[in-house]
């Protein structure tokens, strides 16, 4: 069963940048259509980003021009840079495809404090 570990999480302040990374550990799968999503407290999970196959990206409102979505050559990883880091980024961050039909995996915490 694919299992989805996300991490490059932490405790950082609003401005600044953080990289998330995400790749599937004991079942490999290639990273074509894929999504980053996050939740925070209280609130439901929420698309942040995609990639297709092709490499067209998308993002929510609230984080265009702020975050990239991204993936190695080998599409065995998938990546989020978040620049401009704020307040309400705060959430744990997950990877899954744009349809969420992967098993839900490991998560990172990004806490981005005021």
């Known amino acids: 069963q694919v299992e989805l570990v996300a991490t490059g999480g932490g405790l950082v302040q609003a401005g600044t940048s953080l990289r998330l990374s995400c790749a599937a550990v004991?079942?490999?799968?290639?990273?074509?259509?894929m999504a980053w999503y996050r939740q925070a407290p209280g609130k439901q999970r929420e698309l942040v980003a995609t990639?297709?196959?092709?490499?067209?990206?998308d993002y929510a409102d609230s984080v265009k021009g702020r975050f990239t979505i991204s993936r190695n050559n080998a599409r065995t990883t998938l990546y989020l840079g978040m620049n401009s880091l704020r307040p309400e980024d705060t959430a744990v961050y997950y990877c899954?495809?744009?349809?969420?039909?992967?098993?839900w995996g490991r998560g990172t915490q990004v806490t981005v404090s005021s």
């Open positions: 990639i297709t196959t092709p490499g067209t990206t």
């Open positions: 899954n495809n744009p349809t969420g039909t992967y098993p």
């Open positions: 004991r079942h490999r799968i290639s990273m074509n259509d």
